[in-house]
């Protein structure tokens, strides 16, 4: 378990400097590496597009927005991710919504996975770096739990198509972006109405 310090926190951004961070590589004409190879920089377009418009239009669940007003002290959402993962480009407006919602009980901050591998590296995914991924700490930085690196349905199923040599990665991508589409953040919403009971729990019980 990774223990995180004050001033890792004080330094990791927050969603409005993660966008200003990923404008400033798009616009660069020195981008650093991923973002000096096209594909990252077309990924990073889209995604960046992408996170404004769906935080525009999420609606945060009734009982999740009790859940997140209730019983919370003090917690940090500290999430590890990339302007170019498509992934967190869906997940990422949903945690700020749920930040937002919470009235200032949840402090969100974001962490960039590829210059800070010692943290990627104590919450990998079978073995792998993959992002996007949440830790909840507590008031004093104690960890609750973590979520990610997707949606647990979607995780499942992407998992049964990796199985698949022949399926091709572009459409691995392509099927994950139309079940986010789909689902419209609907399922990361009912796994935090979870979520944050067993967190709340662990937080009571310290």
Not at 14 to 21: C, I
Not at 153 to 176: C, G, P, R, T, Y
């Amino acid at each position: 378990m990774y223990k995180f310090s004050q001033k890792q926190i004080d330094d990791a951004l927050s969603y409005t400097e993660f966008r200003a961070h990923t404008e400033k590589i798009l616009t660069s004409d020195n981008k650093p590496a991923p973002y000096n190879k096209e594909a990252y920089v077309q990924y990073t377009e889209v995604n960046h597009q992408r996170t404004e418009k769906l935080l525009r239009n999420i609606q945060i669940d009734k009982k999740l927005y009790n859940a997140l007003n209730e019983g919370i002290n003090d917690w940090t959402w500290v999430l590890i991710n990339e302007p170019w993962c498509s992934d967190g480009s869906f997940s990422q407006p949903v945690i700020e919504a749920m930040a937002l919602a919470s009235g200032g009980n949840i402090n969100f901050k974001i962490i960039l996975r590829d210059s800070n591998l010692d943290i990627m590296n104590a919450y990998l995914t079978n073995g792998g770096q993959a992002i996007p991924k949440m830790v909840c700490l507590d008031k004093n930085l104690n960890e609750l739990g973590t979520w990610g690196p997707r949606p647990q349905e979607l995780q499942e199923a992407f998992l049964e198509w990796k199985k698949d040599d022949s399926f091709d990665l572009n459409e691995k991508i392509k099927k994950v972006n139309r079940w986010y589409l789909k689902d419209k953040g609907q399922t990361i919403q009912k796994e935090f109405i979870d979520l944050i009971k067993e967190w709340k729990k662990t937080q009571d019980a310290e």
